[in-house]
């Protein structure tokens, strides 16, 4: 029997928006004053995850200290006292007070197997840390997506990646996620999984044909689970039509919306290493700049009517080396487009190059503002 938490259901200003009470109230309010609001996307069911935030450094690609000083902080993650410092429960329950549901953990592959090797067994000592956020989150009532950011023989900034062609990295992924089903079995609908961080392919097929192997693996030992299944990179709302369809009512098609990456990712390099872009000139936030923004969610929402699928924004952010201004007028913008549709959303990121978040959990005026009831 499943063991679901008591407050399933009830995340802040999720599943309480989404639901309708009824056919003939639903028509009452729809004749209401004022411009028609879009029309909402599909929902996934029994989960009530709209509102989050992306947790990087704590469980994948630990940082040395001072990696990001430039943003506020000095401790890195790379021993257990930094990691305590930069994120622990205090942490995630002050990002509940501020109104967030969830948070999205990037986990690495190799601290749940022998020695780090993927042909390796896996190891119980590999989840300790991800057994801790999951009873924080439910202490605290916040959901937590655990999110695959590397896998053997995949890297989402390297262009060519091994695991598409190589049989025993695909077997190895297969084993983790079905030894993560089993373990969280038990667990409520509050826990998503989310199969792999931003797949890089220049073949579409090779990464349709990995999810399904991959999700198969999840529901040998979980049938109703929430799984989402990312577009390949750079996992913009037009690479969602590469996905098949695939035929379970759990799960979640994911996109990443960075547009206009010249704003976005401006005063960041090495992304601009990765995107072939030059991000050294300062970017204003527009109009221009905003309807690019919104337009990106206007292609996943009709992706998701056309489909008649649900879709979840797994990231999206402006770089912390833009101006505040600029910023809380992005964060603001974003978060009204995308709940206009009835889309959920995790932004970016907790302490780090998009810092919207940090101990005393939600610290950008853009996004708070975002969250006051309207």
Not at 76 to 83: H, P, V
Not at 318 to 343: F, K, P, V
Request: aromatic residues 10%; glycine residues 10%; contains cysteine.
């Amino acid at each position: 029997m499943r063991v679901e938490p008591r407050w399933l259901g009830q995340g802040r200003g999720g599943a309480s928006r989404r639901r309708c009470i009824g056919p003939a109230l639903c028509l009452l309010l729809s004749l209401g004053c004022g411009p028609a609001e879009p029309a909402r996307v599909p929902q996934a069911p029994a989960t009530s995850l709209s509102r989050g935030v992306n947790l990087l450094f704590w469980l994948s690609h630990p940082l040395p200290p001072g990696a990001f000083s430039e943003f506020g902080f000095q401790a890195g993650t790379d021993d257990e006292a930094g990691r305590r410092e930069f994120f622990d429960e205090a942490a995630l329950k002050a990002l509940a007070g501020s109104g967030l549901d969830h948070v999205r953990v990037h986990v690495d592959w190799e601290p749940f197997f022998a020695d780090g090797d993927h042909g390796g067994a896996i190891v119980e000592s590999g989840f300790t840390r991800l057994d801790a956020l999951i009873e924080w989150g439910e202490r605290h009532e916040v959901g937590i997506v655990v999110t695959a950011w590397r896998l053997p023989g995949h890297d989402f900034m390297e262009p060519l990646n091994p695991i598409f062609e190589d049989e025993t990295r695909q077997a190895a992924a297969e084993r983790l996620w079905r030894a993560m089903a089993q373990r969280y079995a038990g667990v409520g609908g509050e826990l998503w999984f989310d199969l792999l961080n931003e797949p890089r392919t220049p073949r579409p097929a090779d990464w349709n044909g990995l999810a399904r192997r991959l999700l198969a693996a999840v529901r040998a030992e979980d049938e109703d689970r929430i799984v989402a299944i990312e577009g390949t990179w750079p996992t913009d709302a037009g690479s969602l039509r590469q996905l098949e369809r695939f035929d379970d009512p759990f799960v979640i098609y994911s996109f990443h919306a960075y547009a206009p990456a010249r704003f976005t990712f401006q005063g960041l390099p090495w992304l601009g290493e990765a995107s072939s872009l030059d991000l050294s000139a300062e970017v204003s936030y527009s109009k221009r700049v905003a309807r690019e923004a919104a337009r990106s969610v206007t292609k996943a929402a009709s992706f998701a009517r056309e489909r008649g699928v649900p879709v979840w924004c797994g990231e999206f952010g402006a770089s912390a080396h833009a101006r505040t201004e600029d910023r809380n007028a992005y964060y603001r913008h974003m978060i009204e487009q995308l709940e206009s549709h009835g889309i959920p959303w995790t932004t970016m990121d907790y302490r780090g190059p998009f810092t919207v978040a940090g101990p005393g959990g939600l610290h950008l005026r853009g996004v708070l503002e975002a969250l006051q009831p309207r």
